[in-house]
């Protein structure tokens, strides 16, 4: 090869180099799982005002709500929520249903309803899909008569859980 040579293949080859880096980013901007936006968004952020309100209502409201993601039949992992009103006692026959998130693959979210524990008054079960170790986020809402409850809690699912 000759020196006039030199320059113009570097050009080359930093050029072709540039694409095998841009080909990758978008691979990786394609295919990972663990980068997703937030679905309904923009229709969340128009109905902020109403989620502001239903934070009041739940407020005073007064009840409360726990999480907890254990092992289930079959070694599905199952997420149990209490709901508990002002006085510490358990919300029966409210229909609950949440948005469950694993924070390490929001791809994974699943939007589940509860069904009550016969054994215990209050609890509401549900068996989930993903077995996504790590922090959870869920985004409850509780209805029983007019009355509406919601909250966003965290609970962790440990290798145990599953």
Known sequence: MNKAMIWPCAVVGLLSLNFVVVGITLYHAGSNTTMVPEPRYYERAVHFDEQIALRAESAKLGWTAT????????????????VLDRKGAPVSGAAVRADVIPNLRPGAREALNFLENPTGPGDYLTPLASTTQGLWTVRLEARRGGDVFGCELSTPMAANSR
């Open 67 to 82: 999480a907890e993601i254990t092992p289930g039949p079959g070694g599905t992992p199952t997420l149990r929520v209490r």
